[in-house]
């Protein structure tokens, strides 16, 4: 799990837009804001009594809590025992929560083509994106890269041993489930509102979000941070049931003699993958969302390729030099809200 350092408050910054032209503030509009995952999770929630809403909520908090430690990239907890023994060669159980979101990780990465690669720990460290200090620079040396790469970690390096332990041969393979463990704590966090009766509700982790129902007569609507300046590039209008996700460089980003070096690592090259700055991706489940918004940042000018293998339609990018492209279904749902809109290319999915 990752540590956003930089604007925890408006990482991705993802604004609930509950627009001006709806009733005053609905009384039924319960909102609790919790600081987990090193980020913020807002928890939106309509149309419950506010102390069941503010009891869920409390449970959700005890679930992130335990999920942050127990998922961690570099913190001591069950991810870094677990990659301890695998670095050891050993054959390692996996922690009951970690099994289905390891599983899933591993078909994900899969169908991603391996760009989506939570095998990659070691290089992500490299890089100096494991670590709770800000990283800073110089980026690493390239021989250091060349090393890891030779050993090419990836998921398919690991082999269940039975139910509920895995191995590898490859003991270059380090998880970092910071890519999809958020979407997939989003995921945990609607079934959890679902369970206790809520049908209305929003779960934001730090601009990882999935939303359930509509507040009312009007959906829910969802700002995406602009890449480059303050505030919204866009609003994107919420279904009843969906994720939406962005992969971005701004997220946790160094300069060093007037480069930006990123945190989001392309497996076949060992660098900050090339090519666009943000990448939106609404899917109905976040966990998938989560590991696809990463994949195909990752593949950069290449990642209409990279979506049909994962399934995913709605998608928006934006370059280096500042033009969006989107798939045809998510261009009938965005609203810029800079003027002038950037340039905008449209695609089929
Ligand atoms: P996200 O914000 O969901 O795109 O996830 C970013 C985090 O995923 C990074 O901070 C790394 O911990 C991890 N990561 C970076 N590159 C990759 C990659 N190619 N595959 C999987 N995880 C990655
Ligand atoms: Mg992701």
Redesign the pocket.
Known sequence: M?IRRKHPSLSILFLLLLCSACTPAPPALHHEQLLVFGTLVDISIYGAQPSAAHAVISQIRRDMERQHRDWH?WQPGALSTLNAALARGEVATVPTDLRPMLVQAIELSQRSGG????A?GHL?ALWG??QDEPAHGPPPKAQAIAALLKQYPTMADLAWEGNDSIRTHNLAVRL?L???A??YAVDLAIARLRAAGIHHAIVNAGG?LRVIGRPGERPWRIGIRHPRQPGMIASITAGHDEAI?T?GDY??YYEYQGRRYH?????RTGQP?QGLIAVTVIHREAAVA?AA???L??AGPAWRQTARQLGITQVMVMDPAGRVTMTAPMARRVHFEVQPPPPLEIVAP
């Open positions: 990752q990239a760009l989506f690669n939570p990659l992500i994106f494991s970092d910071g890519a999809i958020k979407g990882n996700l992969s997220e946790r945190h989001l690592i392309d497996p993958a989560d918004s990463t994949a940042f990752v």
